[in-house]
């Protein structure tokens, strides 16, 4: 069975950082292209980041550019997203999912994605 579990989020002051991670089991992730996205109350669900199997490529939504920063473990099937510089407004429950095939995380298409974890709440505040 399919799985992807998301740790690492957490309460964090403005300015600190942290580190997302993203595990895949029942398949490999070396195939997949993989998307952290994230959502705030009352927002829609938005890309953050997508990496291809390739790890030749790597999208940034504006707003993390910079601060937030992409990286697969092939050997630990997992995913990782490095997160600093936080600020208030980086508040939101973070996803990672993964896309067998396609162009869905470049282009943002949430519903294009073929496999969701649950989420993990990242908290940024004094």
């Known amino acids: 069975q399919v799985h992807l579990v998301e740790s690492g989020g957490g309460l964090v002051q403005p300015g600190g950082s942290l580190r997302l991670s993203c595990a895949g089991s029942?398949?490999?992730?070396?195939?997949?292209?993989i998307g952290w996205f994230r959502q705030a109350p009352g927002e829609e669900r938005e890309v953050v980041s997508c990496?291809?199997?390739?790890?030749?490529?790597?999208y940034y939504v504006d707003s993390v550019e910079g601060r937030f920063t992409i990286s697969r473990d092939n050997a630990k099937n997992t995913v990782y997203l490095q997160m600093n510089s936080l600020k208030p407004e980086d508040t939101a429950v973070y996803y990672c999912?993964?896309?067998?095939?396609?162009?869905?995380?470049?282009?943002?298409?949430?519903?294009?994605?073929?496999?969701w974890g649950k989420g993990t709440l990242v908290t940024v505040s004094s």
């Open positions: 999912a993964a896309e067998a095939e396609g162009s869905s995380c470049y282009m943002g298409y949430a519903s294009g994605m073929d496999y």
């Open positions: 029942g398949f490999t992730l070396d195939y997949y292209t």
């Open positions: 990496i291809r199997s390739s790890e030749t490529s790597t």
